[in-house]
T-cell receptor, first 113, second 116 residues
Framework: AQSVSQHNHHVILSEAASLELGCNYS??????LFWYVQYPGQHLQLLLK??????LVKGIKGFEAEFIKSKFSFNLRKPSVQWSDTAEYFC???????????FGTGTSLTVIP | GAVVSQHPSRVICKSGTSVKIECRSL??????MFWYRQFPKQSLMLMAT?????????EQGVEKDKFLINHASLTLSTLTVTSAHPEDSSFYIC????????????FGPGTRLTVT
């Protein structure tokens, strides 16, 4: 079955540590890729997106992600996390055959001050 | 811009009753709206896609007679959970997208449904 996988379910980091969250998908063909963040008690917000072009995309709040087509991956990175980055992070894929999104299982990030 | 609201934010209903959840795009016209369900500590599961003025398209395994979706205007979609049961208790989230602005979706804050 086609799917979106996030391998890290719960990540705990100290402030200033570097972050990398994995996202892999199994959809073939052209895909559009997204990372969303959900802060406690808030709704989903877009961090960044990839449609085409430069596979390294930069988003808000210092986040970036790299699309590696050969690995079907779209990993999220941040060089130095802050306490305020504590949130749930979701990878989403639009397979390109319609406008539906399919989400990964999410990664809960806790940043310790 | 691109704000999506949901009402109510929380609802408690008795088993067997129906409950309606509204999703509105406040500052834009949404050609497509989506309904998701999120279980605790789990991801968002797409339930259905609705386009204004046409029938919703349901994902496999989602009962269309149980989860009625109406998308009567470009700013409003409703999800009605009919004959609710405790297993329908969940967090329901809607999103909206605009044709021509790529595939980005704008999410509402969600509605917590508890069926007793």
């Amino acid at each position: 079955a086609q799917s979106v996988s996030q391998h890290n379910h719960h990540v705990i980091l100290s402030e200033a540590a570097s972050l990398e969250l994995g996202c892999n998908y199994s959809y073939g063909g052209t895909v559009n890729l997204f990372w969303y963040v959900q802060y406690p008690g808030q709704h989903l917000q877009l961090l960044l997106k990839y449609f085409s072009g430069d596979p390294l995309v930069k988003g808000i709040k210092g986040f970036e992600a790299e699309f590696i087509k050969s690995k079907f991956s779209f990993n999220l990175r941040k060089p130095s996390v802050q306490w305020s980055d504590t949130a749930e992070y979701f990878c989403a894929v639009n397979p390109g055959t319609g406008n539906q999104f399919y989400f990964g299982t999410g990664t809960s990030l806790t940043v310790i001050p | 811009g691109a704000v999506v609201s949901q009402h109510p934010s929380r609802v408690i209903c008795k088993s067997g009753t129906s409950v309606k959840i509204e999703c509105r795009s406040l500052d834009f016209q949404a050609t497509t709206m989506f309904w998701y369900r999120q279980f605790p500590k789990q991801s968002l599961m797409l339930m259905a896609t609705s386009n204004e003025g046409s029938k919703a398209t349901y994902e496999q395994g989602v009962e269309k007679d149980k989860f009625l979706i109406n998308h009567a205007s470009l700013t409003l979609s409703t999800l009605t959970v009919t004959s609710a049961h405790p297993e329908d208790s969940s967090f329901y989230i809607c999103s909206a997208s605009v044709e021509g602005l790529g595939y980005e979706q704008y999410f509402g804050p969600g509605t917590r449904l508890t069926v007793t």
